[in-house]
């Protein structure tokens, strides 16, 4: 069996649990999958097998 995961819904899941445990990461959070979401979209995923 293949699991094909792609990367957004991966962090966006992450994301979560740690606002719902630490809602004082939230400031952090948004602003690194902000960047990494830029930076994916940018120079693409073509490279990037998860």
């Known amino acids: 069996m293949n ?3 792609s990367i ?13 445990i630490m809602p004082r990461l939230l ?13 994916l979209g940018l120079f693409g995923t073509g490279s990037l097998k998860l």
Not at 27 to 39: C, R, S, T
């Open 27 to 39: 400031n952090f959070i948004v602003a690194i999958y902000l960047i990494i979401m830029g930076l």
């Open 8 to 20: 957004g819904p991966v962090v966006s899941l992450i994301a979560g649990i740690l606002i719902l």
């Open 3 to 5: 699991l094909h995961l």
